[in-house]
DNA sequence: ACCGCCCGGTGAGACGTCTCATTACGGTGC
DNA sequence: GCACCGTAATGAGACGTCTCACCGGGCGGT
């Protein structure tokens, strides 16, 4: 068993309360009990209990996060960014995955509940509307801040990215290269930032004066396979082919590419391509992927700054933080060489690549 | 505040003992006093205090671990085995950042050690050699288990892939594909998985009956500048250049090749290349990189498994556990094609990609 | 009819910490 | 010499839970 502040009080001859004050600071101490009680502490090797201390001043300086995959890199970067500012303010930050299930979801908070965490940052795992009660027990009893995706009618703080604005700044980038023709392929749009994205896009067009063709509008999803069956539909089309994509995030993002090249198709050679989201290992690819790029450290480091004025402030009805952040367009090949398609229909000499299972 | 259990017994009307056996089940309470407890629970929303009950009974159902660096692929994916692993069996994982450094290890697990955890994985950031002392502690009042890297010196539980193995089963595919000069690129070998890995490179070019050449021998890092140094001096080489590359680990590995790419060599076309890990997006990659695939997930979840036995057998002296999981080789394209390097020394080309900062 | 037993239920006490009302003590000012 | 004051130190109590010794009463066996 560890040792405790009852066994420093004997062995330094002072008291309980003294030995407290000395550890906590809190209250003057003469010199000579301060040193006797340090000594103590090193000779037992002592180290509080923070789990008794929690009890007692009802803090536990420790914070949850839940994400719906943490196998996806986008998030382990924002863990990262939140990590860092939670401990650097003396927090723990403990790391739950929803596995985009809403139930386990509403496990993981009640769990961080139960644990008395002092806030919560969530990624939604987004997906159907709240119930009242669900959004009302959502918030109580300890902060929530959302990133990334915002749930629907949730008054709660956020923090993400300008979605809209940044996809309109890739589509406009594109346009500025001289794409008339631009697809966007997105993700499941249940998901409030995916809705924004898209959003941005058509917003762009409109500005440039584009009509917008429904046609060019791919509703895909995070799933490999139905990317793969959408975008490979889509470019093989008789006439009228896209000859730019763009991509509202990268796990789409990477599933579109990866599908059309399995057909042979090309960037820049066959499409002008961008996508939101660094697809990983990116500036290796040849060639480079143009990319809309979200500051995720900084998004999980400011998430925790809003959670923590919100506990500090926690009685006073502070409004709303409502942090949207700049995202940057990293331009790279992909998007660089302005490209007619052919018009022949089928693809170029199908040189798949090898792929053992 | 949240209700207490006192609450849910002043509601319910009976006592707080047999709240707190409802709610434990440990002991047999009457069908009527169950019902009128479990109303309660729901009528006040309760939950239990999880902080009180690891103060009253001595365990927290948490558990730590410790990760070098969270950004680098391979270890969300361990933390992902192990978070899972855990949750199933009801516990927490806190997950921290050592940021590769010792000292910030030290404070890490000192922290864990505050917050009782009940055991910690370590993946250790490495480098010295530990002191006595500092060993002695690093297992003091809590398990610990070992990933990936095994401190030197440290008799402790461990989970790793057989390193030295899964090496050679790398090198003996190029020598099977008809390398003879084989390349190696290591990270720094202050770690002790990377010297195992570097003894089955030694290993299996011995049993293939080829000299070690010690030019051959590329001591690397994780850090991009210097891995692009060594790996372009070593294949600009004026002659004997290797005809194939093998990179001991993923950061390592994806510098290598993309500093090469950088000057114009290209794989596999001017070498054979395979590497530890998978290179992110890799099966995206063309061509395809040959990759030692290391089970993350199994790595995460088999630590968790080998930590909770040890937590239940803590006092008798069971023996260590260390478990040595297969790694298996994806073989791509970057293997495939036997290729006689050019003898030319200036290398083709150089069409380096463009890469706005 | 009485004893013993078991079932259900009770409530005090302990876990390790912090807080706070109280005490002890020495020094100052009159 | 005494009242007063400020500084140190003290130790009881509370946080919410679980545990355990204890108790009342119904029931079966003798």
Redesign the interface.
Known sequence: M?PTQKELAKLAGVSSGTVSNVISGSSTVSESSRQKVLDAIRVL?Y??????R??RTNR?HTLGIVVPD??I?F???I??GA??AA?ERGY??????SESSLSREADMI??L????VEGILLVAAGGEKLSPERAA?LT??SPVVCLDRLPLDLDVDSVCVDDCGAAEMGISHLMAMGHRRIAVITGPLTLQNEQERLRGYTQALQQGGIPVDPALIWRGSFEQDEVAGICQKGMIRPSGRPTALFATNGVTG?AA??SL?EVGLTTPHDFAFATFDE???E??????ITSVIQPTFEMGSRAVEVLLRRIAKETSEEPRHNVRLPATL????SS?HRHISPQTNTPPKSKK????R
Chains 1, 2 share one sequence.
Do not use: C, W
Not at 47 to 52: G, V, Y
Not at 113 to 116: H, P, S, T, V
């Open positions: 560890p090797n180290q509080p209990n923070l789990i008794a929690s009890l536990t943490i196998t890199p998030f382990p970067k863990i990262r990590e860092s401990r723990f930050l403990i790391v739950l995955d009640a769990l509940r139960a644990q008395r027990s109580l009893h990477l590419l990866r090249y697809l990983t290992a500036d290796f690819f040849k060639p480079g990293m331009v790279r090949d660089q690549p090898t792929r053992p």
